[in-house]
Structure formats: structure tokens, C-alpha cells
């Protein structure tokens, strides 16, 4: 993850109501993995990422998805 996509990520949190703060899990490699946390602090900062997944799971029980049957195309790779 990036600076851009942990901000879109924090700002549907914001939107959905779901407290968070993203940023990377080693604040000196930002390119390494990135988390949610209950704050911005890194010396005091809890992870409550498993928590803002359940929140996101519970408002999204489909995973997203429209309800009902869905319809589409399998498009097979080309032949080599």
C-alpha cells in the first residue's frame, strides 16, 4: 500500500463511521505493510486493524456485491 491508497482507505473508514487511523507498521519503511490504528502516535499507537475488518464485514456481509443472481462471461485466456 501507498500514501494514496491508505488514504482513500481511511477516509471510506471516516465515511462508514469506523474509527481508524492507516499507516505503515514501520514508520521508517513506509513500503513494508501497513495497518489500522487507534492512532497516529507511533509510540503509543494500538493495532485495531482485525477490528475495522469486522466493522467493514459487518456492513458489508455480501462482500459488497448486489443481492441476487449475477451474470456474466468467462473469458478463457488465449491460446499460445
Not at 495497518?35 to 456492513?59: E, F
Amino acid at each position: 500500500m501507498n500514501a494514496e491508497q491508505a488514504r482513500r482507505v481511511e477516509d471510506l473508514l471516516r465515511r462508514l463511521g469506523i474509527p481508524g487511523v492507516v499507516a505503515p507498521e514501520d514508520p521508517v519503511r513506509p513500503e513494508g505493510p501497513w495497518r489500522v490504528y487507534d492512532s497516529a502516535a507511533p509510540a503509543t499507537r494500538r493495532d485495531i486493524t482485525p477490528d475495522a475488518l469486522a466493522s467493514l464485514a459487518t456492513r458489508f456481509p455480501d462482500g459488497g456485491r448486489p443481492p441476487g443472481p449475477a451474470r456474466g462471461f468467462v473469458v478463457p485466456p488465449p491460446a499460445t
